[in-house]
């Protein structure tokens, strides 16, 4: 028996580095995981299904329950559905890890009002 059987998690930015990891971590413990990631580059630019369909695959090949979202965090509806997508496959939702991230490589300083709005509303709203 995993810690979390029986538990629900949704992992934001979960189709690979440390989302992913946790993920998988998550479905190893028992819990059921509904992966989202956006499938675009680290940018935050285009979008895709492959890297959330990549882990669901990895999950339950492993025995574990998981389905995937493809939602933009930064997006109100969409983040009501990755919720819905756990109730609504799982019964519930327990765990959150907001884990979604994107990247400007430019220093604090050098970001335009643009820039920083971005990344405020994928890593903060």
Sequence with gaps: MGMLDGKVALVTGAGGGLGRTHALLLASEGAAVVVNDLGGARDGSGSGTNMADTVVQEIKDSGGEAVA???NVSVPEDARN???AGVDNFGKLDILIANAGILR???FKNMDDAMWD???NVHLK
């Design 69 to 71: 979202d493809y939602g």
């Design 118 to 120: 971005i990344v405020v």
């Design 105 to 107: 490589d430019k220093s």
């Design 82 to 84: 990755m919720v819905k």
